[in-house]
């Protein structure tokens, strides 16, 4: 695909594969449940839009036509012990992460604001809970 505005070739490739897996397991009044799903973000219009958008005249935002979707791979393990207790780990990492990234234009003392792809990041969380009724 060749932008008109930049003149830049942007090449993609669009076949990808986004599973989802959950495998449950039940013993006695326990619980085990595992799952997997990779995910895609993709960048609105106006993140790829190459033009200029002034919100005053020393603000404007540039967008980048290059951005590539995000991609997250998710994994979560869960265990609840007689419906009282609920033990939750999970773990995703995303790929290609997208933000903003804000700067000074020139020695106008105008500030641009653009959006990048960044490298990855990783979360991991941790969630206990206990329920018992009185």
């Avoid at 695909?1 to 989802?20: C, E, H, I, N």
Wanted: hydrophobic share 30%; aromatic share 18%; net charge neutral.
């Amino acid at each position: 695909m060749k932008s008109v505005a930049t003149g830049q070739t942007v090449g993609r490739d669009y076949l990808q594969l986004f599973p989802s897996l959950f495998i449950l397991h039940n013993f006695r009044q326990n619980t085990l449940n595992f799952s997997y799903s990779r995910r895609i973000g993709r960048p609105s219009f106006e993140d790829l839009n190459p033009f200029l958008d002034y919100s005053s005249p020393y603000f404007y935002t540039l967008g980048n036509p290059l951005l590539k979707p995000e991609t997250t791979h998710s994994l979560e393990l869960n265990y609840n012990y007689h419906t009282d207790l609920n033990i939750s780990l999970g773990y995703s990492r995303t790929s290609d992460y997208y933000n903003y990234f804000t700067s000074l234009a020139d020695s106008s003392g105008a500030t641009k604001q653009t959006i990048n792809n960044f490298k990855q990041y990783n979360t991991w969380n941790l969630s206990i809970s206990y329920n018992k009724d009185c």
